[in-house]
């Protein structure tokens, strides 16, 4: 069960994941100490399973995206999906219910590069068929 101060942290995190115990400590007006008893205590819970970094609009800006969608064969899903997991311009890997099972974002930045991880996708063995649509804008996001 999370307290209030864990709340806190997390808030304090998802806009700084970098945020110093320090910081956190004199932000909550808890020790130092205790902040660093709490981190611990929500990556042992699961709470907290990573850091990140938040890529800044002037990189993203100049990157093009393409949701895809992928029929693949049930029986080399996991195959396909670790194969999937090692390629960097893949952002977002979501397991999806309809005529596809997977849709997978990719980001590049120009078409040239697009194609060339596309076709790679398209080869996977037990890829059957894939849908690409490229980003033209973000209307919203949170």
């Not at 806190?8 to 808890?30: K, Y």
């Not at 990140?52 to 969608?69: A, K």
């Not at 396909?80 to 977002?92: D, E, G, M, N, T």
Request: with cysteine; glycine share 4%.
């Amino acid at each position: 069960m999370l307290t209030e101060k864990d709340e806190e942290l997390l808030s304090i995190l998802r806009l700084n994941a970098r945020a110093s115990v320090s910081d956190m400590a004199r932000a909550t007006g808890v020790s130092r100490t205790a902040i660093q008893n709490r981190l611990n205590k929500l990556e042992n819970n699961n709470i907290i399973k990573g850091y990140s970094v938040v890529l800044g609009s002037e990189y993203t800006s100049g990157l093009i995206s393409s949701n895809v969608s992928l029929k693949v064969n049930p029986n080399l899903r996991q195959t396909i999906c670790v194969a999937l997991r090692k390629v960097h311009q893949i952002s977002h890997i979501y397991s999806i219910s309809g005529e596809y099972d997977l849709l997978v974002t990719i980001q590049a930045r120009t078409l040239e590069k697009l194609s060339e991880v596309l076709n790679m996708v398209c080869s996977l063995e037990g890829v059957a068929r894939t849908n690409s649509s490229i980003i033209l804008d973000t209307i919203f996001k949170r």
